[in-house]
């Protein structure tokens, strides 16, 4: 899970995508269901170890999860994972959705 700590980092996780499926995922450290979500996304990882996994800490990269919310034209939420493919978002979640299994079988229907 690599830290997404600038605009820069955020322009290229995003031009990853072009190669493959990356997932965003912004977490809180104050916020219990956040916590429990950051535990699934680390599930998510011990499986598919070669999944981009970028983290977003909204306490420490407010200026980051508000152009994500711009760019992708979507609301701030808090725990929120986003799938980007092509540098679009082709999935999201929030809150109690944000699970391994959620994300594994979205990861699924995009790959047909």
Do not use: N
């Not at 605009?7 to 965003?24: G, K």
């Not at 916590?35 to 980051?64: C, K, N, R, T």
């Not at 508000?66 to 994972?81: G, M, N, T, V, Y």
């Amino acid at each position: 899970m690599r830290t997404l700590e600038s605009l820069a980092d955020l322009d290229e996780a995003v031009r990853r995508s072009y190669t493959h499926p990356i997932l965003i995922f912004k977490h809180s450290i104050t916020c219990g269901r956040s916590a429990m979500a950051f535990e699934e996304v680390e599930e998510l990882i011990a499986i598919e170890p070669a999944m981009d996994v970028y983290l977003v800490s909204v306490q420490f990269g407010g200026m980051i999860s508000k152009e994500i919310a711009r760019r992708f034209a979507l609301r701030h939420e808090s725990p929120q994972a986003l799938i980007v493919q092509r540098g679009t978002v082709v999935w999201h979640a929030s809150h109690l959705r944000v699970t391994r299994e959620e994300i594994t079988s979205a990861l699924a229907a995009i790959a047909g």
